[in-house]
């Protein structure tokens, strides 16, 4: 690396340079003597303005390895800097001193070949600084790279291009590009070939005998890179992708570090754009407080909460491990934050209390839940318990301490209930909507659907599934859920959360439903292996409290815009207080009694759209299984082992 000092030196002689050879050109390399020794009068003094120029203008603050276009705005500003006081003293001094008069023909061409020199100066040194860097690389390489084509000649494109080419972890060699658009085709970008469109993938592979391709696409969409995917299946060469842009944000990777396919990029969620001043008001300086924290959802709330800088981050959770992850992850990347964690279940009312008293929260995300549908269905009274009598008691205490925000994680299950589960969810909305009416506090909540990975959910079993060897398990062909990836239900959860004026059920944009065995599938062919050949797929039967699909409002709701486009807000029917206190003793007394046909008869009478189940049978422990079709005996042992722990997420 050059140092200042030689910076200077040879900049200053390139000035002098660039200002000699103006003269010469000016008289043909033939100077008169006159005409000599008025150039020695003039040099050190434009040479003078101009390196002042360059210091004034920041040139002097680039790391010259890594100029690049950006970079040359502050040349052009110094050039226009110069040219001033240069120009002024032609003018302003009288002919009779015509010896120190430069003549406008000088100026001109000085200016030029003098700033151009010196951005010259600084790409000659990163052109000899990258082409070091290469050969550098293949030293240290430890076998020849392997050859790729770049899908996508954009931004993205170009931006990995330049990683690859510049970095010595990567084992890749690029061949070329392979972009659609037709005005790109045949044009090299730093020094790549746009070959072909992905119609000639197919003989693109063959002649540029390449080992797999990447994928570059800034804003790809699930569509777009499912169709890339069946193409390369069918050539067949391996394709593999450049982090989405939330990796990009969230996970503080490099557009260099490429991976495999995932089944999250087949969904196609597209990237949210938050409020970040909304969020920066809602959250900045605020003494925030997470139920659930060590879960995927509430652990998730937590990284988002921290990135704007609150005054302090309390995380309730009861399971002492999740927190302790959570509370090391959150004090390693952001050391500065003040991180409280607080091991108690968010339904011990003298705990809560203590906790709200010492720490005055200003807003609580209540994360909190038993979320297993088909668990739940055989543990009906903790259900109620922990989603609808813990969510009252924690409101109850936000209110008493006057808790600015109180927000609900709540989820499209609450949507014409079919289990126990959807069903304490909707009587939970019911509950901070009736706080809301008699509280200070802003209550609201918010739904959304399957979060893609989290705790439990179907696409970790899946691939749990894949990598014993199989069954897949599939609760039935035409099931269909919504589903969203963990950082993108987090920022919409604040996102609302900050537009909410109290009282709200907010209703997130899920995007389009996505058909479980066509997932499945996915899931398998992204593994390297073919359905049904190499791993099979079998129907379970759907289970108790199950829906065939999911809703996201019903006939009784409606769905109004706010100024977020992925948020809108569900019109629902209130409860007076007198009922809703009814409604808590009631529900108190049936789960002290654990009364099983009590409590589903109750939550019906409660909730008319519900369509609970009835109970199992008094002398019945567990439900009886369904019917495995089409697998051997060892796949349906297997896959009824399967079935005991397979879930499905709702809110955590």
């Known amino acids: 690396m050059l140092n200042r000092r ?5 900049d200053l002689m390139v000035l002098t340079a660039a200002f000699s050879l103006a003269y010469e050109l000016r008289f043909d390399f033939d100077i008169p003597q006159e005409n000599f020794f008025q150039a020695l009068r003039q040099l050190p003094y434009v040479v003078a303005i101009q390196f002042l120029a360059l210091t004034i203008s920041g040139v002097y603050m680039f790391v010259w390895r890594f100029v690049s276009i950006t970079e040359v705005r502050g040349f052009i500003n110094a050039a226009s800097w110069s040219l001033i006081p240069v120009l002024a003293l032609r003018l302003g001094i009288p002919p009779s001193y015509h010896q120190w008069r430069v003549p406008f023909s000088i100026i001109l061409v000085d200016s030029l070949l003098a700033f151009g020199s ?4 600084r790409v000659l040194r990163r052109a000899l600084y990258e082409r070091y860097e290469r050969q550098a690389n293949v030293e240290r390489s430890n076998g020849p790279r392997k050859p790729v084509l770049l899908i996508g000649a ?4 170009i931006l990995a291009a330049r990683e690859i080419r510049g970095r010595g972890n990567t084992d890749l060699e690029i061949r070329a590009f392979v972009d659609d658009d037709p005005h790109l085709l045949g044009s090299v970008i730093h020094g790549i070939k746009v070959a072909g469109s992905t119609s000639d993938l197919p003989a693109l592979v063959r002649r540029y005998k390449v080992d797999h391709v990447v994928i570059t696409i800034a804003a790809a969409s699930g569509e777009q890179i499912r169709r890339l995917v069946q193409i390369c299946e069918r050539i067949p060469v391996r394709v593999r992708i450049i982090p989405g842009l939330h990796e990009l944000l969230q996970g503080h990777v490099e557009v260099s570090r490429i991976r495999d396919i995932q089944v999250e990029d087949l969904l196609g969620r597209e990237a949210v754009r938050l409020d970040e001043q909304a969020m920066g008001r809602f959250l900045a300086g605020r003494r925030v407080l997470v139920t659930g924290a060590g879960g995927s959802i509430g652990s998730e709330l937590a990284r988002q909460v921290a990135r704007f800088g609150p005054a302090s981050l309390l995380l309730v959770e009861r399971a002492e491990f999740a927190l302790f992850n959570i509370d090391r992850e959150l004090r390693d990347r952001w050391p500065d934050l003040e991180v409280v964690p607080l091991v108690g279940d968010v339904g011990d009312r003298t705990r809560m209390r203590s906790v709200l008293a010492a720490h005055r929260p200003q807003l609580v995300i209540h994360a909190a839940a038993h979320k297993h549908v088909p668990m739940m269905e055989h543990n009906a009274a903790e259900a109620i318990k922990n989603n609808v009598l813990a969510t009252y008691t924690l ?12 927000v609900l994680i709540s989820t499209d299950k609450a949507v014409r209930p079919s289990s126990v589960m959807g069903a304490s969810k909707r ?3 019911l509950v901070v909507q009736n706080l809301n009416r008699r509280s200070t506090t802003r209550f609201l909540a918010v739904r959304f659907g399957n979060v893609i990975g989290s705790a439990g959910s179907v696409i970790p079993i899946f691939r749990e ?6 069954p897949v398990t599939v609760t039935h062909p035409e099931m269909t859920r919504y589903f969203m990836t963990i950082p993108e239900a987090a920022q919409l959860v604040l996102q609302a959360g900050a537009l909410g004026h109290g009282g709200e059920v907010f209703t997130l944009d899920m995007g389009q439903p996505v058909n479980i065995l066509d997932l499945a599938r996915d899931i398998i062919k992204l593994s390297g292996l073919r359905p049904y050949d190499d791993i099979d797929i079998v129907m379970t039967g759907i289970r108790r409290g199950e829906k065939l699909f999911e809703e996201l409002d019903t006939s009784d709701e409606s769905l109004l815009p706010t100024v977020h486009p992925k948020i809108f807000a569900a019109r629902i029917t209130d409860m007076t207080e007198n009922a809703m206190l009814e409604v808590i003793e009631r529900l108190t007394v049936i789960c002290q009694r654990a009364t099983e046909s009590e409590l589903r008869s109750y939550i019906s009478g409660l909730l008319p759209e519900a369509r609970l189940e009835p109970a199992l049978d008094a002398g019945s422990q567990v439900e009886q299984r369904p019917t495995i079709r089409s697998a051997t005996g060892a796949a349906r042992s297997q896959a009824y082992a399967d079935m005991e722990s397979i879930t499905e997420v709702a809110v955590k």
């Open 6 to 10: 030689t910076q200077f030196l040879m």
């Open 465 to 470: 599934q894949i990598r014993r060897g199989g």
């Open 427 to 429: 009587i939970a909305e």
């Open 118 to 121: 010196v951005v010259g100066l």
């Open 395 to 406: 409101g109850t205490i936000a209110d008493e301490f006057k808790v600015g925000s109180f």
């Open 154 to 157: 954009g931004s993205a494109g």
